[in-house]
């Protein structure tokens, strides 16, 4: 069921979001002090093609905190707007409430991804 989940989620969005997270990878790893954020946003971006029967945890810190305040400035916001409106779109219907629910986790990781794990 998660095979079948995580092809139709890249047909209703999933890819978009994806693309999303590879280019704020690109535009971070443009410079050498964002290559670490890039990375970071390479390994978000794996999640938001194959969401289904992954977790979030949310660990982190006093630097996670430091990252996240300038992510969220810079890039967070625009990921986590798209993702939430793509989830609010998809919850129109009862069939797309599963995929709505992934965007909204993929939004509120958009906002402070650093700290998150994938589990």
Do not use: D, H
């Amino acid at each position: 069921m998660t095979l079948l989940g995580n092809i139709v989620w890249l047909i209703f969005g999933g890819l978009l979001s994806g693309l999303g997270w590879i280019l704020a990878g690109a535009l971070w790893c443009v410079t050498i002090i964002g290559i670490p954020v890039g990375l970071q946003c390479f390994k978000l971006a794996q999640l938001s093609f194959v969401p289904f029967g992954r977790e979030v945890i949310y660990e982190g810190g006093a630097p996670s905190f430091i990252i996240n305040v300038i992510w969220f400035i810079l890039s967070g916001l625009v990921l986590a707007l798209g993702n939430f409106l793509l989830g609010c779109l998809l919850c129109v219907t009862i069939i797309g409430i599963p995929f709505g629910k992934q965007f909204f986790k993929i939004a509120k990781l958009a906002l402070a991804p650093f700290g998150a794990v994938v589990v």
